[in-house]
């Protein structure tokens, strides 16, 4: 059995957008047609990230306990913490719905009252998680369970359901603040992290891994030859996937493309954008809850390896009841269980993709 600190607060409850904003009305309509696609049979209006999101998580975990875990709570972040990865116009911008409703970009990207407080919360769960994995007392595992989520937030503006990069913040954190030197960011949500990859793309210390559905799917970026400005030993990989991908080329993926990298890369920390949106119920892709326990177990992999098992794991997208199964197999593996048996599917069809990618970013830089 491995000890895992969870992190998690219940003022991650308090965002809980109702999707009306006074002062933009035709927003309202825009962003309602489009959730409307995501919301079953188009009956009632609900904001995919929502509250329930957690609530299920921690139900889950309430109804089936893993040995290891230790829930621990999270501080707001500070000002100085969110402009680690953010401009201070974007900062400001957020703040200034501190206490109000309404959209803070016309994609879907909502707030209520208790929204910065809950982006705040989010921002210092996953930079506590960073701390307790670098800490001399450990543990070396930590999962940060919070909402809204970060990857698609920019240095310069929410998106995406996304506030601040929770995930961006805390690599930057643990470079600025820790002794450590390279971050490795696996982000493996079934929507590219199109902010973080604008946040870290130019930082020759980050190699940021990223697998997701390929355009046109939400955001439309990540296409596998930006590879930014190709810095050794970090940089991008993007691993764009066709719809309906599945177990197999998840996990080859990780196997073929994320291994070999790291071995070059040879990260001081993990951190993983661990979105379960790739899960059937999500409806894009057809990853299972067993798959996500083979990645966990890749990445534990390669964190026990090359950085004495430091990894933090912090939550990004998953929508349905599903989400909270997919992560309690990650934590089942987190805290030492062994994840079962993935068949591999030879017409999974996003295998061209990954040997595409493969052969592509195994290619030699040239000058
Ligand atoms: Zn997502």
């Known amino acids: 059995m491995m000890q895992v600190k969870v992190i998690y607060d219940d003022a991650m409850l308090g965002h809980a957008p109702d999707g009306y904003d006074p002062k933009r009305p035709e927003w309202t309509e825009i962003v309602r047609e489009r959730l409307g696609e995501l919301d079953e049979g188009g009956m009632r209006y609900t904001h995919p990230e929502r509250p329930e999101r957690l609530q299920a998580i921690l139900a889950s975990l309430e109804e089936r306990p893993i040995e290891g875990l230790h829930l621990v709570g999270a501080e707001p972040a500070d000002r100085d913490t969110k402009l680690l990865a953010h ?137 596998v030859f930006d590879t930014g400005p190709r810095h050794r030993p970090g940089g991008l990989i993007n691993v764009p996937v066709p719809l309906q991908s599945g177990d197999t080329v998840f996990v080859e993926a990780l196997e073929e493309i994320l291994a070999p990298a790291a071995r070059h890369f040879l990260p001081d920390l993990v951190i993983v954008s661990a979105g379960y949106d790739a899960h059937p119920a999500d409806l894009l892709m057809n990853v299972s809850e067993g798959a996500f326990a083979v990645m966990t177990e890749q990445v534990l992999a390669l964190a026990e390896r090359y950085c004495e098992g430091r990894i933090a794991f912090v939550l990004e997208g998953g929508y349905r009841e599903a989400l909270s199964t997919a992560v309690h197999a990650s934590l089942r593996v987190l805290a030492g269980a062994e994840a079962p048996a993935i068949e591999r599917d030879v017409d999974d069809p996003g295998r061209d993709a990954v040997l595409v990618a493969d052969r592509f970013h195994s290619r030699p830089v040239h000058f």
Request: one cysteine or more.
């Open 87 to 223: 401009t201070a116009a974007h900062v400001d911008y957020v703040e200034s719905y501190r206490g109000k409703s309404g959209w803070l970009h016309p994609d879907t990207t909502a707030v209520s009252g208790g929204s910065c407080e809950a982006a705040d919360v989010a921002v210092g769960a996953a930079v506590g998680a960073v701390d307790v994995v670098l800490s001399e007392e450990g543990p070396r595992r930590a999962f940060a369970l919070v909402r809204p989520p970060g990857h698609h937030a920019g240095p310069n503006g929410p998106e995406g359901f996304c506030l601040f990069n929770n995930v961006a913040i805390a690599a930057l954190h643990a470079q600025e603040r820790h002794d450590v030197e390279r971050v490795l960011i696996v982000d493996w949500d079934v929507h590219h992290g199109n902010g973080t990859q604008a946040i870290v793309r130019d930082r020759a210390d980050i190699l940021h891994f990223d697998i997701h559905a390929e355009a046109p799917v939400y955001p439309g970026t990540g296409a």
